[in-house]
């Protein structure tokens, strides 16, 4: 009995499949086992024709192929060429068990790629599990990008089955960079940007305190809640903040790939960060996934690395509210069901943008607001205090002049974000000042004497919680980076408590 690899997904995670075969007297027949789904009963048809088109004769024996581990559910038509050579080498004596083989095959013989080979083999990559696979030379130039793996890129079955016996020689690709953008190194490690600002913050007129607030934010990957009357720029600022998010590491830009494929797009590996804005209609499977007997993943999850946008926010069902402050605080969201468990990634910086009444003339000077005062706090009831606490920045949005002008642009505000990535990643930071731990805290939210009795007054006088002060510590650290101050000034704590909730 020989095998071979493959991979499925169970959840987000790929799993190492073996893909045994053996040929037995008896009457002929061609039989795949171990839970294979409707995709991978039906390559049989298309092993069958693919073989044949290379001259293979089928042996009169009953053939059966295994995929193991037997209690996984396996799914997709990369399985095809793996199988196909299962059978084409099955009298080989050479061991097979160290390759990875990845296609789908044409009824001619031809090898094609699927939009999931490349987030497969990166969580493969990721778990270190591979080291060399074929592939369809169609996908190569993607799946280059996967550093520690060597690639063998072929057209066809017949080029797969050449190089399996030795008969072929086909070189290697390695780790092949095809990140042409602009990066700096910060203790060996690259991180990439890019000076494209589809939406300027130019356009933006007036607002200042809240493109100050979006500066801050999108330094220190802080959560941010916009308020204000309808048309003040509520989500033309959350619509351009995506463009001044700071630089990505080459893992960072290959997960938010990997995420581009998992959403059916053409991954695209530019350091922009990814950005999710789901209807306040959404149901709650379709934001942080669901599924009967495999967990797929929702905007959540997609947002990984990204932005989580909510238009509307008191709009949403209270469900979807409350499930929210999970990921918003451990950065992982969980989905069980009877028939699987997943827990993936969800480290996204979330905006959320509402009226500050159901009508939305509540703080326009030109307007009167039709609301009553029961229609108004129903309305803002719908957010929690719990909720509400896990967001770090809330801002009140200005109302519309006409003599507002244009301030900083979407360049400039990059540059500054940029500069503060620099400085906290040269001290030593792994992750961003939103996302500190404690023990983090302790050692890089560094108070002076001043900041200190600051913060003592600030909890006294408002009764912070253990979670508002340390929130204050971390907006702190944000703003003292954006002013290059290795140490947390008073200044830098006074704005930061501007910014809480009142």
């Known amino acids: 009995m020989k095998s071979i690899n493959c991979a499925t997904y169970e959840g987000l995670d790929a799993k190492v499949v073996h893909v045994e075969s053996t040929l037995t007297k008896g009457l002929p ?59 084409a080498l099955n009298t080989q ?31 493969l990559a990721n778990k270190g599990v591979m080291k060399k696979a074929i592939v369809p030379s169609a996908a190569l130039e993607k799946l280059s990008k996967i550093p520690n793996i060597e690639f063998y890129a072929v057209h066809t079955l017949q080029e797969a089955i050449d190089l399996l016996q030795n008969k072929v020689i086909i070189t290697p690709v390695l780790n092949k960079t095809a990140i042409e953008y602009p990066r700096y190194e910060i203790k060996d490690k690259l991180y990439y940007y890019l000076k494209e600002y589809v939406h300027d913050f130019k356009d933006v007129k007036g607002q200042e305190n809240a493109k100050r607030a979006a500066l801050i934010a999108a330094a220190g990957y802080h959560n941010i809640l916009f308020e204000g009357s309808p048309g003040c720029g509520k989500s033309m600022i959350a619509n351009r903040l995506r463009f001044i998010l700071p630089p990505m590491d080459m893992q960072d830009i290959l997960e938010s790939a990997k995420l581009d494929a998992l959403d059916a797009k053409e991954p695209e590996f530019k350091p ?31 947002a990984n690395k990204g932005v989580l946008f909510f238009d509307e926010l008191p709009h949403f069902s209270k469900n979807v509210l409350e499930a929210l402050r999970e990921p918003m605080q451990d950065n992982k969201i969980r989905i069980s069901r009877v028939n699987s468990k997943v827990e993936y990634p969800a480290d996204f910086l979330f905006i959320g943008a509402m009226n500050p009444c159901p009508c939305g003339n509540l703080l326009n000077k030109n307007k009167e607001c039709r609301c009553s005062d029961t229609e108004i706090k129903r309305y803002k009831n719908r957010l929690s205090d719990p909720f509400l606490d896990r967001i770090d920045i809330n801002i009140i949005m200005q109302s519309v002049s006409k003599d507002d002008v244009s301030g900083y642009t979407s360049k400039e505000l990059h540059k500054m974000v940029v500069e503060s990535h620099i400085f906290s990643k040269k001290r030593g930071q792994e992750v961003f000042n939103a996302k500190l731990g404690d023990d983090e805290i302790e050692k890089y939210c560094i108070l002076s004497e001043e900041a200190n009795e600051t913060l003592s ?14 929130k204050v510590q971390k907006l702190g650290r944000t703003i003292a980076d954006l002013d290059k101050c290795e140490t947390i000034g008073k200044k830098h704590i006074l704005e930061a408590l501007s910014y809480r909730r009142r």
């Open 29 to 87: 027949s061609f039989s795949i086992v171990g839970m294979p789904n409707l995709s991978i009963n039906e390559s049989k048809e298309r092993v069958k024709s693919a073989l044949l088109s290379n001259d293979f004769s089928f042996p009169p024996k009953r053939i059966t192929l295994s995929l193991s581990p037997s209690d996984i559910r396996k799914e997709g038509s990369q399985f095809d060429l793996s199988i196909a050579l299962m059978i």
């Open 457 to 470: 007054i600030a909890i006294e006088r408002f009764d912070l919680s253990f979670r508002a002060i340390k």
């Open 93 to 123: 004596e050479d061991d097979l068990s160290e390759w990875f083989v990845f296609g789908e095959l044409g009824l001619d013989g031809t090898v094609k790629e699927n939009l999931t080979l490349f987030p497969l083999i990166l969580s």
């Open 272 to 302: 922009h960060r990814n950005i999710r804005s789901p209807h306040h209609s959404s149901t709650l499977a379709s934001i942080f996934g669901g599924g009967s007997h495999n967990a797929r993943i929702g905007e959540v999850g997609l």
